[in-house]
């Protein structure tokens, strides 16, 4: 069993900047991909960055320029440093991990708001 421990929410002005962590414990699959989603009221739960055991990396389109997500694999922890945040990045973020096995197996986080005020 996999678990995933997030810190790094809070409260930031626009344009203010925040850095998610996310440590993963227990028997990991060494083929994985580290991620983070996030959701707001009202709105269905989406892909915010993501990141392969070999550090490729995808962003969704509304945070490519501010938001960088990085892994260190020897400690199985990923960041999300969030630059330039903006209202509409308010929500509450969720680590997720994927164990690139058959069936894939999903993990995810509790979950931390991130709000911001303009």
């Known amino acids: 069993q996999v678990q995933l421990v997030e810190s790094g929410g809070g409260l930031v002005q626009a344009g203010g900047s925040l850095r998610l962590s996310c440590a993963a414990s227990?028997?990991?699959?060494?083929?994985?991909?580290m991620g983070w989603y996030r959701q707001a009221p009202g709105k269905q739960r989406e892909l915010v960055a993501g990141?392969?055991?070999?550090?490729?990396?995808n962003y969704a389109d509304s945070v490519k320029g501010r938001f960088t997500i990085s892994r260190d694999n020897a400690k199985n922890t990923v960041y999300l440093q969030m630059n330039s945040l903006k209202p509409e990045d308010t929500a509450v973020y969720y680590c997720?991990?994927?164990?690139?096995?058959?069936?894939?197996?999903?993990?995810w986080g509790q979950g931390t708001q991130v709000t911001v005020s303009s």
């Open positions: 990141i392969t055991s070999g550090r490729f990396t």
């Open positions: 227990g028997s990991i699959f060494r083929g994985n991909v």
């Open positions: 997720n991990l994927k164990e690139l096995r058959t069936p894939i197996y999903d993990y």
